[in-house]
């Protein structure tokens, strides 16, 4: 017997539809690539998304096709979401951070057949649009009339000039919930980005799920900040879930030193924030000297990498702040934990409960998770047990869009290539990518663990710890560290401070200085082109 309610799909254009009937007056701020900030509401979002969906008609784009973006966070990329996906096209968000050889593979890979981009972006879109052949039409996110002269770029049009003609009116299509909505290119260390293809139906589940209260807890009466860029995995969800709870939305666009964001957070009483920690050490480093308070943020979700516990710390000592830490992947819409604490655990000492909050948290419903063994075998879940982690669920890709290896699933699971433990209460903590587990002796070190340590000496910025050859011990781990500006430290003080806080057999044998980490086009570290750059390198007792 089947049930008798109604059978509704769920799209994307019903989120900005809602916003705009029960929270049209919601506010939307921009900080613009001009300088200025933007002001408007939901009802403004929904009324001008309609008149992208109206351009891209006129522009005769079919079902599916393929619209990119090359965009900070801000309204216009925002009416890009419901416009583009509203309307049935596909959205392609780019990461404008990705080289430009690579910009011009996915663009080419994707069909992308229109580009939007902000004015930042001029001289990359400029290099790469010759080697864009299926792009027909540039639109660039700026006034009308504002377009610069001589820009080289065919069929270039201001966004303004585009949608201003347009009517405002415009009949969302029914399509099936199953249809394409958004697209993401990871960006991985070796061999070509693969792109993780969105539904409307993955994206809506994602955005109910992630608005949870134990999970980013968004609701009408908060401020939201995403710093976690909208060119990458959809900011987190963010803009779906914020349509949904009508949130205020604080968008930074290009500014993200921390003085503009400290002075962001203030102005607009924002009340929680997203994003990836190194944001959060810009933020930090801007207002220890300054002697800086917050006075309306409460929370911070902070994952992309993982959350060093003296960041953790700093939030909550210094400036009553709660960090939640979260973990996921492009292949993942993002979300799959989140560390929220359980009541039993509010009652644990705060050493205690710091042991929990460093862990990446406990799966979002929607998402099942487990670790496995090399032999595939399920590992328990005792909080010690390292295993490979694999995920299944609605919004987990199952394959890649135009792959051209085999499909991930190993026996309907995606294999994450994280390296997890979970304990009995179900907290995950990553200690490793799978790649860069270190091994000694037999043993494992985890790199997040000493890396960790490191972070919470008041002298270091940024630390990595990578295996390196060992005759003995097969590798040793090694803490490559960037110092605070400055700020003096030795390798010996450095060694000396991992006493008592970890088994001396995961003492680092060496410190190297760097006056910089590779970073790749996510800001998460890049360790094989480190260990590139210390190839030449010996440990002191190899
Ligand atoms: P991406 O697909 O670029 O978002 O990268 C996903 C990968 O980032 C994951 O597989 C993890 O290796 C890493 N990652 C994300 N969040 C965290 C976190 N909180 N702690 C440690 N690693 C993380």
Redesign the pocket.
């Known amino acids: 017997m089947l049930g008798l309610m109604q059978d509704q799909p769920l799209l994307i254009s019903s989120l900005i539809d809602f916003a705009e009937r029960h929270h049209g007056d919601g506010e939307i701020v921009s900080r613009r690539v001009e300088g200025d900030l933007h002001r408007y509401t939901w009802a403004g979002v929904a009324t001008r998304a309609r008149q992208v969906a109206n351009a891209l008609d006129a522009e005769k784009l079919g079902p599916s096709e393929r619209v990119a973006t090359l965009a900070w966070n801000g309204y216009r990329h925002l009416e890009l979401y419901f416009g583009v996906s509203g309307s049935g096209r596909v959205l392609h968000t780019i990461n404008p951070r990705l080289h430009p050889d690579q910009i011009a593979w996915i663009a080419g890979h994707a069909q992308d057949r229109l580009l939007c981009f902000d004015a930042t972006f001029l001289p990359l879109v400029q290099a790469v649009h010759a080697r864009c052949p299926t792009i027909a039409r540039y639109v660039m996110l700026c006034d009308a009339g504002k377009l610069p002269a001589d820009t080289g770029i065919p069929n270039l049009v201001a966004y303004e000039d585009w949608i201003g003609k347009q009517p405002s009116t415009y009949v969302w299509p029914q399509l099936d919930e199953n249809s394409a909505s958004s697209m993401c290119y990871?960006?991985g260390t070796t061999g070509h980005p693969k792109a993780a293809l969105y539904s409307h139906r993955s994206t809506l589940l994602h955005a109910y799920a992630a608005a949870l209260p134990d999970v980013m807890s968004m609701s009408a009466r908060d401020s939201v900040l995403p710093v976690v860029p909208m060119f990458?995995?959809n900011a987190w969800g963010i803009p779906y879930s914020a349509a949904l709870t009508g949130c205020k939305l604080v968008f930074p666009g290009g500014a993200l030193d921390g003085k503009s964001v400290y002075e962001l957070i203030e102005g607009e009483r924002v009340t929680y924030a997203a994003g990836v920690p190194t944001v959060w050490q810009m933020l930090l480093a801007h207002m220890g000297p300054n002697e800086l308070k917050f006075s309306s943020l409460r929370r911070t979700v902070?994952?992309?990498?993982?959350?060093p516990p003296a960041m953790i710390d700093a939030f909550r000592d210094k400036y009553g702040v709660e960090v939640l830490?979260?973990?996921?992947?492009?292949?993942m819409s993002?979300l799959g934990t989140l560390c929220t604490l359980k009541n039993k655990q509010l009652q644990l000492p705060p050493e205690d409960q710091m042991k929990i909050r460093m862990k990446?948290g406990r799966a979002i419903f929607g998402v099942d998770m487990r670790i496995v063994g090399e032999d595939g075998k399920e590992l328990p879940w005792d909080g010690k047990t390292y295993g490979d982690l694999q995920v299944r669920g609605p919004w987990i890709v199952k394959d890649y869009y135009k792959a051209d290896g085999p499909p991930p699933l190993v026996d309907g699971w995606f294999p994450?290539?994280?390296v997890a433990t979970i304990d009995a209460d179900g907290f995950m903590q990553?200690t490793d990518?799978s790649k860069d587990v270190i091994k000694s002796g037999g043993e494992w070190i985890s790199s997040?663990d000493i890396e960790n340590i490191a972070m919470g000496h008041p002298a270091v910025q940024m630390a990595a710890c990578v295996g390196m050859k060992h005759p003995k011990w097969d590798e040793r781990p090694l803490l490559v560290v960037v110092k605070r500006p400055g700020a003096q430290v030795t390798r010996e003080e450095l060694l000396a401070f991992y006493e008592s806080k970890t088994a001396k057999w995961q003492v680092p044998d060496d410190v190297v200085f760097l006056d910089a980490i590779p970073l790749g086009a996510?800001g998460?570290m890049l360790k094989t082109r480190l260990r590139e750059q210390l190839k030449d390198y010996k440990l002191p007792t190899a």
């Open positions: 990871t960006s990458h995995v902070i994952g992309g990498s993982a959350c830490h979260a973990w996921g992947m492009t292949e993002p990446q994450t290539g994280d990553i990518r997040i996510t998460k």
